[in-house]
């Protein structure tokens, strides 16, 4: 067990449709970081939060969305589901901003249908 | 931009044998560079990191040495074991910078 909680493990949902990812950091972490790996793109920086607040942006379409809350938890909002979106997601922390010492959640694996 | 490189798999060995696994890196300033491991079904685990030229990290029997000559960060073990199947990435982030850059990754089998 890394410390780092996502849930749900596997999501199957239909296109069209829109589904929230949650990730609780490891105790004491304040950065989230969001990842998306796919088979024809690899792993992919999708979005970090620091203490709340948005610290960086990757590669994110606008039809996800992210968010930090007071408790340090972290959701990832993605709608309008197409079957490309498909992907395993990952969610890390870290105890400073600045992307060392990472450490990675087991992922939700999302299969768009 | 700052980009990865690994060597293509998959890579099947047989138990014992040496392992090397490729990367080079392109980057704008003096990245930190990692080893990532992930095994079947689960997430990415650290498996060892440098943080400046000619640092090497090891864990596990793995070692990997940062080549700031050669720009490259390759991953070897002397004697693998079939536990030690898994997909390896290679990434790297610049100082003060907040994402990882991931190598595309190298699928390894281990055969007994």
């Known amino acids: 067990d890394s410390g780092v909680t996502q849930t749900p493990k596997h999501l199957i949902t239909a296109t069209g449709q829109r589904v929230t990812l949650r990730c609780s950091p490891r105790s004491g972490d304040l950065s989230v970081y969001w990842y998306q790996q796919s088979l024809d793109q690899g792993l992919q920086f999708l979005i970090q939060?620091?203490?709340?607040?948005?610290?960086a942006k990757g590669n994110i379409l606008e039809r996800f969305s992210a968010q930090q809350f007071p408790d340090l938890h972290s959701e990832l909002n993605l709608s309008s589901l197409e079957l490309g979106d498909s992907a395993l997601y990952f969610c890390?922390?870290?105890?400073?901003?600045?992307?060392?010492?990472?450490?990675f959640g087991s992922g939700t694996r999302l299969t768009v249908v | 931009g700052d980009s990865v490189t690994q060597m293509e798999g998959p890579v099947t060995l047989s138990e014992e044998a040496f392992l090397t696994i490729n990367c080079t890196y392109t980057?704008?300033?003096?990245?930190?560079l990692f080893w990532y491991v992930q095994y079947p079904g689960e997430g990415l685990q650290l498996l060892l990191k440098?943080?400046?030229?000619?640092d090497k990290g090891s864990n596990k029997g793995f070692e990997a040495t940062y080549r700031k000559e050669t720009t490259s960060f390759h991953l070897e073990k002397g004697s693998v074991q079939v536990s030690d199947s898994a997909v390896y990435f290679c990434?790297?982030?610049?100082?003060?910078?907040?994402?990882?850059?991931f190598g595309q990754g190298t699928r390894l089998t281990i055969n007994p």
């Open positions: 980057a704008t300033g003096y990245p930190s």
């Open positions: 990434a790297l982030i610049l100082k003060g910078a907040q994402k990882l850059v």
């Open positions: 939060y620091y203490n709340g607040e948005e610290r």
């Open positions: 890390a922390s870290s105890a400073s901003g600045t992307g060392l010492g990472y450490t």
């Open positions: 440098a943080t400046k030229a000619d």
